[in-house]
């Protein structure tokens, strides 16, 4: 992934010295053109095209920003009540996720969300303790989890 990023950048700066205008409107062309190529030369490469990579960081970062917009609106829903109606918990949430950087990247991903908070990480890393400020069902709860943030994890961890 980063030697096509790299040479794409190199395609890149040769486009701009090539016509001698160092704008970013030439840059930007230039590395259009080195995505093109390197798209369309992907099968000579020992690893997966770079920009579906990109794409699935641009994914998780769009669901964490749309995640975090809807449990804001909740909290703030909660706030405003006159009476409290949440049901407060802990509950386990068993991951598929691997490696310590994906499984901190998920506990982090709880943490910024508001109403949420991982507690704790078993010793073997497979089960997450979270805290939820209104838990209906705790398996709905870790249902949704894994079918958003862990899966948007996987697609950008593993090929």
């Not at 829903?77 to 802990?90: D, F, M, N, T």
Request: proline letters at 3%; hydrophobic letters at 55%; glycine letters at 4%.
């Amino acid at each position: 992934m980063a030697l096509q990023l790299l040479l794409n950048l190199i395609i890149a700066f040769v486009w701009m010295f090539l016509f001698n205008d160092w704008s970013f409107q030439r840059l930007l062309v230039g590395y259009l053109l080195g995505v093109l190529l390197i798209g369309l030369l992907h099968r000579f490469w020992p690893h997966e095209f770079y920009m579906k990579r990109l794409w699935a960081i641009v994914k998780l970062l769009l669901l964490f920003v749309k995640e975090l917009l809807i449990s804001s609106f909740a909290v703030m829903v909660q706030i405003v009540k006159p009476r409290l109606s949440i049901r407060p918990g802990i509950f386990a949430l068993k991951t598929e996720l691997k490696s310590d950087w994906e499984i901190t990247i998920l506990s982090c991903l709880i943490c910024l969300t508001p109403g949420t908070l991982t507690l704790d990480v078993s010793k073997d890393g497979q089960i997450l303790y979270i805290h939820a400020m209104d838990i209906e069902d705790a398996d709905e709860l870790s249902k949704q989890i894994k079918e958003t943030f862990e899966k948007a994890i996987l697609e950008v961890t593993r090929p």
